[in-house]
């Protein structure tokens, strides 16, 4: 396949961007939720339905891109699959609860990743 160079460059953004396509993911997760609960608040079913499932979608790549090799991996599984049943609670019954407190998971969650990225990324600065 002849790629463009843009798309080549794009592909390899995504394939080398490690944290930063964790953060990236936070990132979609948090814009289509706070998108689906303005829908929910402004009685726009398709905007609310739409951005709530890919909300939903983000967080399922956010579960496909755990390593179950740690311990952490199996508390965030957990995590996840809650925020997506909330998420579809939050849709199915145009309610912005739900998804005002998966919103307010993602902010948490992202925060810390971002905090934990920080530091290891330090910490390999002082190891060169």
Same mark, same amino acid.
């Given at each position: 396949m002849n790629m463009n160079?843009?798309?080549?460059?794009?592909?390899?953004?995504?394939q080398t961007s490690g944290p930063q396509l964790l953060l990236m993911?936070?990132?979609?997760?948090?814009?289509f939720t706070r998108a689906g609960i303005e829908g929910i608040q402004?009685?726009?079913?398709?905007k609310s339905n739409t951005n709530l499932i890919k909300a939903q979608q983000v967080i399922? !790549? /956010?579960? %496909?891109s755990l390593n179950f090799e740690y311990e952490l991996s199996h508390n965030l599984v957990q995590?996840?699959?809650?925020?997506i049943h909330q998420l579809i609670a939050a849709n199915t019954r145009k309610e912005s609860?739900?998804?005002?407190?998966?919103?307010?998971?993602?902010? !948490? /969650?992202? %925060?810390?990743?971002?905090?934990?990225?920080?530091?290891?990324a330090q910490a390999e600065a002082q190891q060169i």
């Amino acid at each position: 396949m002849n790629m463009n160079p843009f798309m080549k460059y794009q592909q390899t953004a995504v394939q080398t961007s490690g944290p930063q396509l964790l953060l990236m993911l936070y990132d979609g997760a948090i814009r289509f939720t706070r998108a689906g609960i303005e829908g929910i608040q402004q009685r726009e079913v398709q905007k609310s339905n739409t951005n709530l499932i890919k909300a939903q979608q983000v967080i399922h !790549e /956010l579960v %496909a891109s755990l390593n179950f090799e740690y311990e952490l991996s199996h508390n965030l599984v957990q995590i996840y699959e809650y925020m997506i049943h909330q998420l579809i609670a939050a849709n199915t019954r145009k309610e912005s609860e739900p998804a005002q407190e998966v919103l307010n998971h993602l902010l !948490e /969650l992202k %925060a810390t990743w971002t905090i934990a990225i920080r530091k290891s990324a330090q910490a390999e600065a002082q190891q060169i």
